[in-house]
């Protein structure tokens, strides 16, 4: 719904009225970094980013714009891959950031839960478990920006999902602020609740397109008390695949990370990124970063790790290994891992995708993809790594060597189709974790079907029927 | 919407030359079976038990019902305890029975998932995990007779859900056919999709208003290897949920059930039900069914589970305790806690409640609940019992000994009202496992906010504009 200039000024006006002067930027300085996304793919424009310190304000913020139809974007640490977060260039929406609203409310260690609010960030809200001694599974390698709210919005899944789920399996309920103004106070620390329909899971993983998420009621688990990591060179990913299969059953299903990184991120990631090492001396095809981890002391672990490990060794499905044996060896793992996609950055153009597919099916979808991509850009290097214990590769195209990036770039839709169509093939996802945005709305229409997208169509008119909650994003 | 009785006929008509005489039961004695609920709360009326073979035939079902604004009342296994699957009196509802949709269409154990048809019991769900080496964790007392459809249409929870969650996080990915007849395809062993909203959980729980789920992807995971059961008699409710606690950190959260017996759950199940029998010689005022498991071989389990009771003797947590020595006891702690609700139905007239709170809430609820129920019934006897370890618990009033079962009940609604109440102030559910059907669509009214029961009405109106779905059940 195209709004007009008179409406933006006075929604402006009266949220002016409502937030006062620390409630909202509108300096085109302090305004700069909400108008482009992480990836730098838009930039955007917006008069106003209101900063509301509580629910009742969203509440009111919300009212007027959809009383105005005036749109909406709602803005969390700015982290999306996929421009979810960013306004159009048209100017005419303002931006709605959660940042304020970041306390913790209440960490229940008894009931295993805890209520935040959504401008906490991910690494806040995992240190506040940690201190009532308890474990906030959702671990990301922007935790320390992203904001809780935004990882809900989104559905965030991360390197414990092998073993605790994504952003929606974490959540126990929700506060939601309608288009209206109209609140769900849907916060909750029951682990069933059987009353109606799940509007919880509606919101989660609609990037702000049905409601604001302003608060979330999060399940926590025991710590983890005795963790194994473990560097293994493979090599492929037929290997480690089936080396997945075999620690899960090995280790009682203790696997908490199962990574995967071809050659190729471990030389970007120490030729680009200070204090990154190769632990293991010789060159290999792959690695795996597998962690295990179970919540008691449990002198047991080392040896069946170990042991599935040497076992591995003598079947040729891993060709060598090491254990870390300290904090700090653990952690240069995890840096390793960690620094792939600012390597990737560092090393030029590139072209991404987030796919998803059976895990089973992941040894015959990486060679196929792969010589689709080869077709088109024949010295394009695959960089293809990430959660394998989910199904879930960032199977990404760096620039050829010595070649001009916005050249090679220009290749991008044809190698996204390519791979997106190996990727439906499988009954797979073009966007296993990073979402829909800006990004993806065309491919998501390809990817899903009519009856989908109708339905999806008809949830969006339900609970938005003027369209003001971050216009001409996801949907088609 | 009112149907015609010429519309009725007319879809009988058309339904017959879809399905055949193997898919449609018409004679009054075949059909007896689908009118009465599991309780004998409800007896219907209808027509015709249609009763299809495939998706196809259910999608062209709903298309005639549809088009003809004929109701259609989808039927599993007629276990739900609030009549959520039995037609209305009047006769003018087709019941839609999933039982001739039976198939596991496929075990993938190396993806750890299945896929099976609504129709199949629960029971073959779970021994066609166990075949591929696999263990699909939803248990109900139920299993023998529930489909899996059902199960997923009212999220049901049951004996493992304290680690594994209800059949919502068991899901992967549905077919559904919706009101009209379109289907939508959304079956997916994917682990992480992120490609609009979730249309899933929005089915998973809307007991058949949305649409009919006829067929579904499950997790599976690795099987249990070593299973430690314990029969712990505890000095009351404060005591189990501390013990639960100790428990979930001495194992390093390898808890699987953990059930709650009052001393009357005991003597009403010994008393009722052949074969039960009190594993402890002493009687004690309540006792906890625990059961901690790993999918390891791991001899140090038993171990970390007699610590953990040794210390909660001490400290006055547990009073007694005995553990399964054999395949054989435990099976025997497993009866005893199954037989309540077939021995509290022996006895006589019963008002029940299945309500959930914070786990760490139940000590305060249990008390207060119980005062509040006394005050209206003075010689009710209170049988609370059930899944502690979700703060699930069946809090129900069996009627005073000697006294008229039907005097008795026209307490009922006072009962339900003064606890739904108490629940209420603990933010907790008045249906944390059973659903909605027709029975607590009144106590829903007065449960949910406005707000939310505005988004449930819009959401049915926009995938059911006809309200031919299951009519009257679930929303007020």
Known sequence: MPSTPANVAAAIGRIRAVLGPA???EDARDVAPYLVDFRGLYRGATPLVACPASTADVAEVLAICNELGVGVVPHGGNTSYCGGATPHESGDEIVLSLRRMNRVRDVDADNFSMTVEAGCLLADVQTAAEAADRFFPLALGSEGSCQIGGNLSTNAGGLNAVRYGV???LAL???VVLADGRVIDGLSNLRKDNTGYDLRDLFIGAEGTLGVITA??????????TIETAFVAVPGIGA????LARMRAATGDAVTSFEYLPRIAVELATHHVPGVTDPIERPYEAYVLCEVATARDDPQLRGLLEAALGQALEDGLALDAVIAESLAQRAALWKLRESVPEAQRAEGASIKHDVSVPVAALPRFV???TAAVLAIVPAGRMVAYGHVGDGNLHFNVSVPLGEDG?????????IHEAVHEIVRRYRGSISAEHGIGRL???ALARHRSHVDLDVMRAIKQALDPRGILNPGKVLP
Chains 1, 2 share one sequence.
């Open 240 to 243: 480690a695949v089936q080396l």
């Open 216 to 225: 979330a009621s999060l399940k926590l688990f025991p710590r983890l008390r």
């Open 406 to 414: 916005s050249a090679f770039l220009a290749h991008a839709p044809a």
């Open 367 to 369: 060679p196929e993809a």
């Open 167 to 169: 952003a929606r399996d």
């Open 440 to 442: 993806k709305r065309e």
């Open 23 to 25: 409630g909202c930027i």
């Open 173 to 175: 309920g929700l506060e």
